[in-house]
């Protein structure tokens, strides 16, 4: 499945750069959100995306995007027997399509489906077994909604929902504190023509 799908998003991506592309970048604010591992214990910091519409299907586009982002342990983590200070990077690929229809000129709602990796980096002790260097990635599905507001022809404002699931290994509980993810994205961003 996985290998299946970076193939279709390398070929979407070759195709991507004819010249009838469109580009955008996008800066947004992830703010993690809900009861899970992620909502209670990490504060976003940045994510910077990159799309590209490669198929005009009026009023449909279709595209590929690619979100990486920061966020970082917010101490909850933290107390008398551990101290931590881990960083998560995520990087999500994404296919999209995007809705542009004429009574809705300003508005432009989009759905994805992806897949999102989790790259945790840090250091954490623990008073009874002294420093460990955390290195590990998680993966999951990832489901995407959004809308954008063109403020200009190329200046717009987005709000998107990102939902992952989790793959979780052995020693991983299968919960939905573990495995389901939900980050809400506030940003601007940039059109290229």
Do not use: C, W
Not at 28 to 54: A, M, S
Request: hydrophobic share 45%; aromatic share 14%.
């Amino acid at each position: 499945m996985k290998k299946t799908f970076l193939a279709l998003l390398l070929i979407f991506t070759v195709k991507s750069f004819s010249q009838d592309s469109k580009l955008s970048l996008e800066l947004n604010y992830p703010i993690p959100v809900d009861n899970n591992f992620l909502g209670e214990n990490y504060t976003g910091v940045i994510d910077f995306g990159v799309k590209f519409r490669f198929v005009d299907l009026n009023p449909v586009n279709l595209g590929v995007a690619l979100n990486g982002g920061i966020l970082v342990d917010n101490d909850n983590l933290s107390n008398e027997f551990v101290n931590s200070n881990i960083t998560i990077y995520t990087v999500q690929p994404k296919l999209f399509a995007e809705l542009d229809l004429e009574a809705l000129k300003r508005f432009h709602p989009t759905i994805g489906l992806g897949y999102s990796f989790l790259i945790f980096d840090g250091l954490a002790s623990i008073s009874d077994f002294g420093l460990f260097e955390l290195n590990d990635t998680r993966n999951g599905f990832n489901f995407n909604l959004g809308v954008a507001y063109d403020i200009t022809d190329r200046l717009f404002a987005q709000v998107q929902y990102d939902f992952i699931r989790l793959d979780v290994d052995d020693d991983v509980p299968d919960t939905k504190f573990n495995t389901n993810i939900n980050i809400l994205k506030i940003g601007i961003g940039y059109r290229f023509f």
